[in-house]
């Protein structure tokens, strides 16, 4: 596929930058102009503000602006990168922006100055999974961000759609099923990544739910951890770190004692967090 604008190819630019990818900060640069492309179409960029982490040489940024982003705002914790991205920015004025830092410790709300933003990233395989959850439990919600275009391990994207009984299926899956709607577009091979990773990924849309099971994220994470921290025994074993009346939980949210975590509908574990937080309160049995 041609270039899509005038800037130097991206193999150039990773040359003339020095910039191999550091399997330290867990980078494989996406390089194929058409799944770039693919993936900013994906993702309804146009006259919308972007947050992408992780840009790297700017491949995907490219593709984003192409597609009409009104604005992207790009998290490199890569220094080295910084100066291809400068050039990207001096192209498209006043539609990139970049942020020298760790996408773990930004205020995305503040950055994005209260407008809900899509985001959409090749995200560092090492730091991807933790980003997620942060912008799953954002509070509150609906949260800051319109959609997640997210590109994963495909291991990592098939535990974010499972469904209840597949071996997929844990804490991610709950989470993730439990505030949106989560899909797979389309995997990518590992010859399309400079360098190849070993693993084949997969690039997940996920849309935040307007209408939410009632529970709250806190306690939800906390019964999930204790329920799939020994997924594969039985509740009235795997859930006694909760503390308390471990049958008088599962009996008040109507679950089967004997059931494992991996057989437990998303409904369940709201049922079962709502019990939580009546126990904090004093009112549970």
């Known amino acids: 596929?041609?270039?899509?604008?005038?800037?130097?190819?991206?193999?150039?630019?990773?040359?003339?930058?020095?910039?191999?990818?550091?399997?330290?900060?867990?980078?494989?640069?996406?390089?194929?102009?058409?799944?770039?492309?693919?993936i900013a179409r994906a993702a309804e960029v146009e006259d919308r503000v972007v947050v992408e982490v992780g840009p790297g040489p700017g491949g995907l940024t490219r593709a984003l602006l192409t597609a009409g982003a009104r604005r992207v705002i790009a998290i490199e914790r890569d220094e080295r990168?910084?100066?291809?991205?400068?050039?990207?920015?001096?192209?498209?004025?006043?539609r990139l922006q970049v942020i020298s830092g760790d996408a773990l410790a930004v205020d995305f709300p503040a950055l994005v100055g209260g407008e809900p933003a899509q985001i959409v990233a090749n995200l560092p395989y090492n730091v991807g999974t933790a980003l997620l959850v942060g912008w799953l439990e954002s509070e509150p919600w609906p949260p800051w961000w319109r959609s997640l275009t997210l590109m994963?391990?495909?291991?990592?994207a098939?535990?974010?759609?499972a469904p209840p009984g597949s071996e997929a299926y844990g804490r991610l899956g709950v989470i993730a099923g439990w505030r949106t709607e989560a899909k797979i577009l389309f995997d990518i091979s590992p010859?399309?990544?400079?360098?190849?990773?070993?693993?084949?990924?997969?690039?997940?849309?996920?849309?935040?739910?307007?209408?939410?099971?009632p529970c709250a994220a806190a306690d939800l994470s906390r019964v999930t951890a204790a329920a799939f921290g020994q997924r594969r025994k039985m509740l009235r074993s795997s859930l006694k770190s909760l503390g308390g009346d471990t049958a008088a939980l599962i009996e008040a949210a109507g679950l089967d004692p004997t059931?494992?975590?991996e057989t437990v509908p998303i409904e369940?574990?709201?049922?079962?967090?709502?019990?939580?937080?009546?126990?904090k309160a004093g009112t549970a049995p």
Request: charged residues 20%.
């Open 1 to 38: 596929m041609a270039q899509a604008d005038d800037l130097p190819p991206l193999r150039e630019v990773i040359a003339t930058h020095g910039l191999a990818a550091r399997k330290s900060l867990g980078q494989n640069f996406l390089l194929d102009l058409n799944l770039t492309g693919r």
């Open 81 to 94: 990168c910084l100066p291809a991205l400068a050039e990207i920015a001096d192209h498209y004025p006043g």
């Open 152 to 156: 994963f391990q495909r291991e990592v």
């Open 158 to 161: 098939e535990r974010i759609v």
């Open 191 to 213: 010859a399309a990544f400079t360098p190849p990773p070993k693993v084949t990924s997969s690039v997940v849309r996920l849309i935040p739910r307007t209408t939410l099971l």
């Open 259 to 261: 059931a494992r975590a």
């Open 268 to 279: 369940g574990f709201a049922a079962l967090a709502r019990a939580v937080a009546a126990m």
